[in-house]
């Protein structure tokens, strides 16, 4: 049985790499327009759960991360892909994945990362009324 | 002359204040008659922020707020963080310490799904098989306190291994509490999914096709109840599970009573895991040798459990500091109530209460 | 002016009766809360209330000094009319029905308030205009959830009056006579036995139309957070309290008189207060009996409960008319049957 790292590699030419020791999933760094295309590549190549869609902050800007995971294989991997801090914006996977309809809210609410293209882009956490993304490291409380 | 009958949608709010909610999951019901048309979840009554109270403790401090996400599991949330942690750090757990884990969190489970198998007794307005299944928890929550010294909000996993021993003759007390908890099973199977309404109330009621599921990450028994057994236990083993000898549950019904099976018969698999891991206890020390200050090298892990609810994943990225720079935790009753939606569609209102306590959801896990 | 005097003794004579009544009514209801709280309290293996009072006994009068002594709520959506009065629609109804219900023979007299040859009728017609109440109330309140508790209300209501009457006519049919009083003394045989079927029909009717588990679908906690009353507190509240637990003991009386043999039993106090004895016995049985039914079942879906009343309920009725008319005509198992 050829793994989905193979599949990814001779079908769409995705280069999966190990991921730093002591986590063992596969991982890959993709420029931020080219994120959503990845994911959904992945899927095609067996990656067909989308088990996490967060993301952190890094080095004055965002990096979003989406943790796909194959379950017959037993692979998962890490996509990374790193967002300027001012004006985040990056495509929406949900009109595609629709599991990541909350969880891509959740970004939203929390850093303020604009999915575009995401059908109802509102505050999910939070309050409507909410300002500020609590999950940002500049985030002061605002009472 | 004809006259049509002008009829209107109603508007329901089910929740946040709704006694069958499980908590403030709020939802907002467009009712044709008492047929669900439209239904838009509300969540975020019960956050807390945990996620940022993470990123201003230390590593040690963060555990004891573990506990309070999905509240009757908390043995559960503690431990995908502690083993993140000790991944990081290449700590080696003791043997016994990963026994003394496993029990806990089987014991824990079944604290968990008997609220859970309960609740939806009572949803359906049954509220005697809600009461028999917490007389048995006190008993689970007793049995948990006196390891760890409380009955819900443990602090009891530690990086390296687990608080405390077990207390003098704790095993034999297990061993009649589990005893005494087989006999009771068939009981609550008479009370509740052998009951005829109880069928006719969740029987093809609230489908959740196995594509659907599969597209919104739905896991636990969510996913089970629709006929795909993947469970965390045997696809990841984690500390001595692929030691132990249970079957995943799977219902390929689809509906809430599948679901509610799932729960029921795991019950008994997680006695059976229990029965196993007793006599095999070994003896030795529960704690690593651990630093004093904990700090894990610079780097990101993920790590996984089967929660009750379903992949209870934490995700911790350390940057070489005593506190952790980003903590994300992958709550299954977040991703299991994107199902909802779905599962509330063209049922009638008191059906949608049966299929909502069938998914089970926890708002402070879903919430954090 | 003279002739004023008997007919003032006769009026006050009825309305120290009538308040007597009241009073048997009120500490009945009273009674039953405590007696179901304990009694489920019992089935759950916990104790019920056991703060007020020696053994929790003075709980129910603590519940009706708290409920007599709050705010008086309207809310802003309500129908102030209607809301005011809904309560007390709902309420009298269940008083009235008290008149036709025969507690026993004492001392030679007929222990019964209105002793009418519709007795049955009565009751039945009386019990359904609190209905009028609880739909009043459910709509007035200007709630969607009581709305929709009383727009269930009225569909239970009707479905299930139908196969009530039809197994009281069966009972009618054997007794030959519409008396409550005649009907609970003529029986040779507790008439559960020839009228099984009936009494079935009748029992699940009973429920379905004093909203007990499984058929508590105008209240319907889980769905409806509290159905028609959800907007109401206070005396307001009590009325609605009171109505459903004095049809409870009503509908146990109804029963026991219809089906169990009314007051008859073997005799061992004086005066024929056995026969009273008796009576209340055997309702509060069936009080305990419904009880305990109610708290062991999931509740229906409101399109089952329909299924049942005109698939299930409906038919059996008629069967159980055709079998009564095979007694009656037949003259030696009538002869078993009735006295």
Redesign the interface.
Known sequence: MSTSKDIAKQKFGIDLSPMPAPETALMINVDSAKAVETCLKLRESGFSILTMLTAKCKDNGFEMVYMLDNWETRERVFVFASLPAQDPKIKSLTPDWEAADWLEREVYDMFGIVFEGHPNLQRIITPENFTGHPLRKDFTDTD | MEEKIRTDL???NFGPQ???THGVFRAVLTLDG?IVVGCKPV??YL?R?I??IAERLTYQQFIPYLDRLDYVSGFLNEYPYVRAIE??M?IEVPIRAQYIRVLMMELNRIAAHLVNVGAQ????????PM??CL?EREYILELMAEVSGSRMTFNYFRFGGVKFDLPEGYLSKLDRFIHYFKDRLPEYAS?LHR?E??Q??TKNIGILKPETA????CTGPTLRGCGIA?DLRK??PYEIYPTLDFDVISENTCDSYGRFLVRFKEIEQSVRIIEQTMPNLPEGPVMAKVPKVIKPPA????CRVEAPIG?F?V?V?SDGSPKP??V?L?SPS??N??SFPHIAQNI??????AAFASLAPTMGDS?? | MENFVPYLIVALIQVAISLGIFGFVMVNALLLTLAERKLLGWMHQRLGPMEVGPWGLFQPFADMIKLLTKGDVIPKAADKFFYSYSALIAFTPSFITFAFIPFGLVGGIKLVAADTEIGVLMISAVMALSVIGIILGGWSSGNKFSLLGAVRTAAQEISYEIPKTLAIIAVVMLAGSMNVYHISSIQRVWFIAPQFIGFLVFFVSSLAEIFRIPFDLAEGESELVAGYNVEFSGIRFAFFFFAEYTYLFVTSAVITALYLGGGSGPEFLPWGLSSLFWFLLKSFAMVGFILWFSRSLPRVRADQLMNMAWKIMLPLSLVNIIWTAFIVLNENLLKIVVK
């Open positions: 109603l508007e329901v709704h006694p069958a008492e969540l975020g956050h922020g996620e940022k991944k990081l290449g007794g009572l949803d359906l307005a049954s509220m005697t009461v028999y007389r009370m009951n309404i109880f006719a109330r599969l597209k919104l990450s993947r696809d990841e780097g990101e892990i993920y992949e994943g995700y990225v720079y980003r994300k992958r977040f991703s109530l994107m009638s209102m008191p059906d949608v209460v919430d954090r």
